[in-house]
Each structure stands twice: as structure tokens, then as C-alpha cells.
């Protein structure tokens, strides 16, 4: 590897747990995503009430009791085999330990027990970490891993990236 080149391999192993979120996350869940300075923020309320109403389709990371990462998720309501991941973050500090892939599996494997079969999300043009982080993913499963226009900048009324969407799909679709 050379000097120029980032890695992301971790230097220790953390003791990670990880497990379903409850309404007491919610507000470290907005700290989490408040820190992160490259996430859209959301009201404090949203993460609470994401974490009363969506538990089952997210996930949190959670270090010496505190949380560190969390995902957050809904089954499609026009299509509920594909799981659509709305935000992952993990604390800056404990970034590089696999902590947001192993979230993404985890919330995979759990969703694929009641009948999901892909995962969706859409992602800024300029976010490299998280693009490579669900191609990470995709290639672990053995996903095709594709992407295509949804919003784009007009859609907004703010300054704001264009999103596209991108999809961890099964290559023959599952009867
Ligand atoms: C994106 C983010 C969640 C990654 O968390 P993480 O725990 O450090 O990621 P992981 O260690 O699990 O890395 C998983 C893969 O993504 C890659 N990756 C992670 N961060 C990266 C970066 N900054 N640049 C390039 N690749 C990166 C890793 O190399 C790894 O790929 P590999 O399996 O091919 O080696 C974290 O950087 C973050 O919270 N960013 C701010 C919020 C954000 O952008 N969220 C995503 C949009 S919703």
C-alpha cells in the first residue's frame, strides 16, 4: 500500500455489540448523526420516533453500553422484499473497524428471515466512503450492485446533492 493510500483495516478489536434500537437511542442517534457533519440532519424527534416505529429494519452499535453506529431502515411499503436503508453512521472515533458493514449484514441477515431479499439506499455523488461501503457489502453477499437517477438537485429546496439510488440485488429474482 502505498503512503497515499487510506486504510480503513482495523488496529484493534473492539467489543461491539450490536442490537435493535428502542426510543431511549433516539436522541444519541441524532448526536450521532448531528457529529457526523456530512449526514442530512433530522429532528431529535425523527430519530425517536424511527426508533419506536422501525426497530425491526435498523440497528445500533453499541460500545461499553454506548452507542457508536446505527442504521436506520424501512421495508418498502410498494415492494417489502427490498429493505431501504435511510442513514448508517458510525462515531468518527471508531470508524475503520468494520463497524457499518457489519451493521448492514447484521440488519440484512435479520430482514432475509421475513422474506427480504434486497437491500436499497441512496447515496451523494460526492460520499466515496459510503459507496464503497455498500459495494463492500454487495460483493460479500454476492450481489449485483447497480445504480440510478432518483433525485436530483432540483428535487430539493435547499443546496443539496443529487441522490442516487443504489441497489444490492439478488441476480435471479427469488419466487
Ligand atoms: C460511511 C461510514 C458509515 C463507514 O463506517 P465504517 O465503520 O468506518 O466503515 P467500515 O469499516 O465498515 O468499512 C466498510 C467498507 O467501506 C470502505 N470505507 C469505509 N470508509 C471509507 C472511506 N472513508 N473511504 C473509502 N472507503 C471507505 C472500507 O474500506 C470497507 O471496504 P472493504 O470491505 O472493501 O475493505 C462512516 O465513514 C460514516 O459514518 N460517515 C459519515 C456518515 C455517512 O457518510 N454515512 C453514509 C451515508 S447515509
Redesign the pocket.
Known sequence: MSPSQ?????TTALAVDYRQPNTDDGARLWE?ASD????DVNSSYSYVLWCHDFPTTSIVAEIDGTPV?FVTGYRRPSDPSTLM????????T?????????MLHHLFDRAQRSGVVAMH?T?SPD????Q??F???A??RGLRFDRRDLFDAGAFPDAHEPEHLYMLEPDIPEI
Not at 457526523?36 to 449526514?39: D, E, G, K, T
Not at 436503508?85 to 468518527?92: F, G, H, M, P, S
Not at 460520499?127 to 459510503?130: P, T
Open positions: 487510506t486504510s480503513t483495516a482495523p450521532i457526523s457533519q456530512v449526514l453506529g436503508v435511510w442513514q448508517v453512521a458510525v462515531d468518527d471508531y470508524r475503520g473497524h468494520r463497524i457499518a458493514a457489519t439506499t447515496i460520499n466515496v466512503a459510503s464503497r461501503l459495494a463492500s457489502v460483493q460479500a
